[in-house]
């Protein structure tokens, strides 16, 4: 009997180890240095906003044309401080181990794949083709669970974008041969 695998719900026997919790991806120590990353970097997109936003005619003015980049450097400034004070939090707790470093690596090379081959049949095949192609494999190589779902929601978000730029903003968008 001392072979034999307990039932589940069943205690483990005494003097046996439990085996450790599974890491969540993003929650070990390496993912929480890199919200501390980003977040440093969303500050300094709002400091270089910020500046900008001063420097445009009219940008010291309660209402003109540095009020939108005000509000955006501010919603940055915010969110960046908060994931930054988040992780910091977190990251004296956290393990040292998650997810293979390796497939975090191969992960990065397809979604630099799909950006590249998104540039290359843009001019051929045109924004909303591209760019649903585009949603889906970064959607799917980001962990969505339901590919046909991910795929209609990218084919959504890409025929939204271009009516938004194309046809009520007016910003001439690559049409394809279908003209879309």
Do not use: C
Request: net charge positive.
């Amino acid at each position: 009997m001392s072979g034999a695998a307990n039932p589940p719900g069943s205690a483990a026997p005494a003097g046996a180890a439990a085996a450790p919790a599974p890491v969540p991806e993003g929650d070990d120590r390496h993912g929480h240095q890199a919200s501390i990353g980003l977040g440093a970097l969303m500050l300094a997109a709002a400091a270089a906003t910020l500046v900008d936003a001063a420097g445009l005619e009219g940008g010291s003015a309660l209402i003109g044309a540095g009020a939108f980049p005000t509000v955006v450097a501010l919603l940055l400034i915010a969110a960046g401080a908060a994931l930054i004070v988040r992780s910091l939090a977190k990251l004296r707790g956290a393990p040292a181990v998650g997810p293979a470093l390796r497939a975090r690596l191969v992960r990065l090379a397809a979604l630099i794949a799909a950006l590249v081959v998104f540039a290359g049949v843009l001019p051929y095949a045109g924004f909303t083709l591209s760019s649903a192609l585009l949603f889906t494999a970064a959607a799917l190589l980001l962990g969505a669970p339901h590919p046909w779902r991910t795929a209609a929601y990218g084919w959504t978000l890409a025929g939204l974008l271009f009516l938004l730029f194309d046809v009520l903003i007016g910003l001439s968008l690559p049409g394809g041969p279908w003209g879309f």
